[in-house]
């Protein structure tokens, strides 16, 4: 690969939905906090030269955890906004100096903790020789309902053609910056860059690569991180 890859994962958050005291990023699991676990797996590949962590400007945390094991891999932008677009907006103005527009970045969640190193090389793999870039993703398997008032069906969707979003989401730093530039609110990278016009690659990824919600979530991600079934 000519171009370089870096991790970046917006980590400014305090997890809402969550319910907890802690923010999320900083949720134990399986011994570590949940960034730790996020930070680790987008470095396992050899490729990825350096992951930045957008944190929020007042984060004290993130200097109280153990980042020896990663060495000098692990770079910590204390730019984090009010949303998610923001927070990795910010993070890819404050990376500029370190990667050119044609570098990829890999966008994470840190409430995945999960990610697999092989799922990760599949992607990377994949979208090396792309022309626009691509995220994981797995078909819905489930029916989908509709509601109108939170509490009766509306409508039952159909499913065909329907996959289900996941992260790293894999793009050229040139590519993000002018898709979240000329964007507002978006859920994710790609919905960013779809608005542009290009359309992004599936890469088929994996259940394992779970995103942690809700408190019962992290019992999952325990049992997943042990090895256990997905």
Not at 87 to 105: Q, T
Not at 117 to 139: F, K, W, Y
Not at 180 to 208: F, I, Q
Request: aromatic share 4%; hydrophobic share 50%.
């Amino acid at each position: 690969m000519t171009a370089r890859l870096f991790g970046l994962i917006p980590a400014a958050g305090a997890g809402v939905r969550f319910r907890g005291d802690t923010p999320k990023q900083y949720t134990p699991i399986a011994g570590q906090p949940m960034l730790v676990h996020a930070a680790r797996a987008l470095a396992s590949h050899p490729a990825v030269e350096l992951v930045f962590v957008v944190l929020a400007v007042d984060d004290r945390r993130f200097a109280e955890l153990d980042w020896s094991a990663l060495g000098e891999r692990v770079a910590p932008l204390f730019c984090g906004g009010p949303r998610r677009r923001d927070s990795v907006m910010n993070g890819l103005v404050a990376m500029a100096d370190a990667a050119n527009p044609d570098d990829w970045v890999l966008v994470h969640d840190a409430a995945r903790p999960c990610l697999e190193a092989a799922t990760l090389a599949r992607m990377i793999d994949a979208l090396a020789g792309d022309e626009v870039g691509g995220i994981l993703a797995v078909p819905v398997a489930d029916t989908l309902k509709r509601t109108a008032d939170g509490a009766r069906i509306a409508r039952t969707e159909p499913r065909d053609g329907l996959w289900q979003a996941q992260t790293p989401q894999m793009f050229r730093h040139g590519v993000l910056m002018r898709a979240l530039g000329a964007t507002g609110e978006v859920t994710d990278e790609s919905a960013a860059v779809e608005a542009l016009g290009l359309r992004p690659r599936l890469v088929h990824g994996s259940a394992r690569n779970l995103k942690v919600t809700y408190p019962e979530d992290v019992a999952v991600a325990e049992a997943l991180l042990a090895g256990g079934p997905a």
